[in-house]
């Protein structure tokens, strides 16, 4: 069964740093793009970065750019995303999704998603 | 969000209801596709609908997509009440650069 399940999240004060992990299994790894998506409260969707199957091509969208920082493990099967200068419009609900193909395409989908990690950016 | 959706659907059992998808001439309209997935609670969200109006294997076939011009459209006939869940539409957005989500639309089962 393909899986994907996330860590990292908690409660964390404005301009510190936390790490997501994405755990990853039943499926080639190595061999899709992922992504991470998150969903502020009462808010909708909104995508926050992709990595290649090989890290080779990294994006992020503009509101964390700068600040966040994807990467990836395929001994370990891992997702991680490494975000700094956290700010209180970053509580959100962060999900992992599993990208459809090896590379960050304008129209890929994403299948599964993992059920998210929740991370609290407040004093 | 780029993408508008109704924030709130609902619909006896049986009936049939469509949850609609509104971009613009950056996203939709540029002929980018709309993928849908589903949200039941307290659940990951589920691929749908990919490509405008594929569906994975192990979707009920009453689920169904269709896109003209800046609009996609998600409909489901046979309502049941497992189908209470909410829903969002995905695209591309050229302007922006990035993946784009609708605000997601709460569908209600009487």
């Known amino acids: 069964e393909v899986q994907l399940v996330e860590s990292g999240g908690g409660l964390v004060q404005p301009g510190r740093s936390l790490r997501l992990s994405c755990a990853a299994s039943?499926?080639?790894?190595?061999?899709?793009?992922m992504v991470w998506v998150r969903q502020p409260p009462g808010k909708g969707l909104e995508w926050v970065s992709g990595?290649?199957?090989?890290?080779?091509?990294?994006r992020y969208a503009d509101s964390v750019k700068g600040r966040f920082t994807i990467s990836r493990d395929n001994v370990r099967n891992f997702l991680y995303l490494q975000m700094k200068s956290l700010r209180p419009e970053d509580t959100a609900l962060y999900y992992c999704?599993?990208?459809?193909?090896?590379?960050?395409?304008?129209?890929?989908?994403?299948?599964?998603w993992g059920q998210g990690t929740l991370v609290t950016v407040s004093s | 969000s780029v993408l508008t959706q109704p924030p709130s659907v609902s619909g006896a059992p049986g009936q049939r209801v469509t949850i609609s998808c509104t971009g613009s001439?950056?996203?939709?309209?540029?002929?980018?596709?709309v993928h849908w997935y589903q949200r039941l609670p307290g659940t990951a969200p589920k691929l749908l609908i990919y490509?405008?109006?594929n569906r994975p294997s192990g979707v009920p076939d009453r689920f169904s997509g269709s896109k003209s011009g800046t609009s996609a459209s998600l409909a489901i006939t046979g309502l049941q009440a497992e189908d209470e869940a909410d829903y969002f539409c995905?695209?591309?957005?050229?302007?922006?650069?990035?993946?784009?989500f609708g605000g997601g639309t709460k569908l209600t089962v009487l």
């Open positions: 001439s950056s996203n939709i309209g540029a002929n980018y596709d």
């Open positions: 490509g405008n109006y």
């Open positions: 990595i290649s199957w090989d890290s080779g091509s990294v």
């Open positions: 999704a599993k990208d459809v193909g090896r590379y960050l395409e304008s129209e890929d989908w994403f299948d599964p």
């Open positions: 039943g499926f080639t790894f190595d061999d899709y793009a």
């Open positions: 995905q695209s591309y957005d050229n302007s922006l650069s990035d993946v784009v």
